[in-house]
């Protein structure tokens, strides 16, 4: 195994851990936060 | 956080942290690897002089574009960009269509972008010894880190833009100079390199539709137009600035390309500046080239994951689309449901790698979105007409700008035509079938009355 597939190695890796991390943190959100307060925005809201 | 309004109910909102500097490394980021690439193909229908007639003609569209988003932006300062504008001044099919547009040429173009990283990294170890690399996991990891870096703030998400595309911008800048503009015929060799039109008038109309990537989603700065300080100042400057930086570096890239490589050449050509680089015989320059490449496919792909999510999250909140993509995080405070929905899509779109065919569909959509600015301001300047709203900017010559935009468009379209025929009907075949969901199975779930949100008078009329 040579450096380049150490690198497509690690770039799966990093992928799937980021990915996850976003999905785990949108569902704590959800969890913590009520759906009408997230999505309470209005267009043009100052 | 949030904003307690009159009836003491607490909303969430998205950050006005950007300032023009912001929007001007949201539309060039996107637009500029067009320069490092794909801009060359119009080489390969029109000639070296054809891509030049395209490289000006085309930058009068998009400097109509921007003049008139520019007017439209700084009085709509809301996420969606054109899909709120065509809400408010045309109607709620014509807004889906146009959400549908940006959604789908975005996030099209972040796979192309992601796609050629991959390739990139590819041609870099294929350089030190190592061939066929698999570029799957440096596309996903492309799309991942900076799903993940949009996610997290928009701040940050577009200070990393201006600083890389400002690099790619300078690459070009000092490549420009390593061939001794001054000194013609020492390095660039135009006299012998350049030739008549080889299709004639035909190949040069035939051309426009590649003379787009010297431009194509320079549009997109009006996405932003809910997280600016000022919208009806940052808009329009960072747009027009950003037009000038392209029109500046499409001359120079047509520029520098077409005095070193023959015309047969350049039009097929995969990294046309990083070519150039290598041919100038700098291995510094060289270095400097490729780096600036993956900088600009990933400020281009960093930007439109910007876009489409914006898009997303304007349909989900006016309940175009389900109103769960309409959703902003309590810290962040970026829309982060519909960021997360168009990472599979965009993966999706790379995986196929039929990058031709995702970028055909990518300028179509952003064609369609085109042709609806130039009669979308017509119907905006007669509704409100000047002094009945405040405008942030105020395009000068109107109906001329509206009407050179159309006339181009259909030039365009027949360019397209010319080439991609099966695409052209595919996707207009795409759109209706989309339109007739909409009207059929969507539009009762939206509430019709939140919808239209600007304090505007009674339109003139009306």
Not at chain 1, 18 to 24: D, G, H, N, R, S
Not at chain 2, 432 to 449: G, N, P
Request: hydrophobic residues 50%; glycine residues 8%.
């Amino acid at each position: 195994m040579d450096l380049w597939d150490v690198l497509s190695q690690a770039a799966w890796v990093v992928s799937a851990a980021l990915l996850i991390w976003i999905v785990k943190d949108a569902i704590s959100v959800s969890q913590q936060y009520d759906e009408e307060f997230l999505m309470s925005s209005r267009e043009g809201d100052e | 956080m949030s904003t307690t309004t009159g009836d003491s109910k607490q909303r969430i909102s998205m950050l006005k942290v950007l300032n023009p500097f912001h929007i001007w490394a949201l539309g060039v980021g996107i637009v500029l690897v067009g320069e490092f690439m794909g801009w060359n193909f119009s080489v390969a229908k029109g000639g070296a002089y054809g891509s030049l007639i395209a490289c000006w003609v085309i930058g009068l569209l998009y400097t109509c574009v921007a003049m008139i988003d520019s007017e439209v932006t700084s009085t709509v300062a809301a996420a969606g960009g054109q899909y709120t504008q065509a809400k408010h001044i045309i109607g709620p099919l014509m807004a889906f269509n146009v959400g549908l547009y940006l959604v789908m040429a975005y996030t099209m173009l972040e796979a192309a972008d992601a796609l050629v990283v991959g390739d990139l990294m590819k041609s870099g170890a294929e350089a030190l010894g190592h061939a066929g690399l698999d570029t799957k996991p440096f596309v996903v990891l492309t799309i991942a880190f900076l799903a993940w870096l949009n996610y997290r703030g928009v701040f940050t998400t577009l200070t990393l833009n201006f600083v890389i595309t400002f690099v790619a911008f300078i690459a070009i800048l000092v490549l420009f100079l390593a061939v001794e503009p001054a000194n013609p015929g020492a390095v660039l060799k135009h006299k012998e390199l350049l030739t008549d039109l080889p299709y004639g008038w035909i190949g040069v109309v035939a051309s426009l539709q590649f003379g787009m990537w010297y431009y194509l989603g320079i549009e997109g700065t009006c996405q932003a137009a809910e997280e600016v300080r000022s919208a009806g100042r940052a808009i329009p400057l960072g747009t027009m600035g950003g037009m000038m930086t392209l029109l500046v570096a499409a001359s120079l890239t047509w520029y520098i390309c077409a005095g070193l490589m023959p015309w047969q050449y350049l039009g097929q050509a995969v990294t046309p500046l990083y070519d150039a680089g290598t041919l100038v015989g700098s291995t510094k320059l060289q270095l400097l080239l490729f780096v600036a490449t993956a900088f600009a496919a990933i400020a281009s792909a960093n930007g439109c994951i910007n876009d489409a999510s914006r898009a997303w999250f304007s349909l989900g909140r006016d309940r175009y689309m389900p109103v769960f993509f309409g959703a902003i995080h309590p810290k962040y405070r970026t829309p982060y449901r519909s960021i997360i929905f168009l990472v599979p899509i965009a993966v999706s779109f790379a995986f196929t790698g039929l990058l031709d065919q995702v970028i055909t569909f990518s300028i179509l959509s952003g064609l369609l979105g085109y042709t609806f600015m130039s009669i979308n301001i017509v119907k905006f300047r007669k509704m409100w007409p000047l002094g009945s709203i405040h405008r942030g900017y105020i395009h000068p010559f109107h109906p001329l700008p509206a009407i050179t935009l159309l006339i181009l468009c259909s030039a365009t379209y027949f360019a397209t035509f010319l080439g991609y025929g099966t695409s052209l009907l595919s996707i207009l075949a795409f759109y209706i079938v989309a339109s007739i969901w909409f009207s059929v199975r969507r539009y009762k779930f939206v509430k019709r009355a939140d919808q239209f949100t600007m304090p505007w008078p009674r339109p003139k009329g009306y």
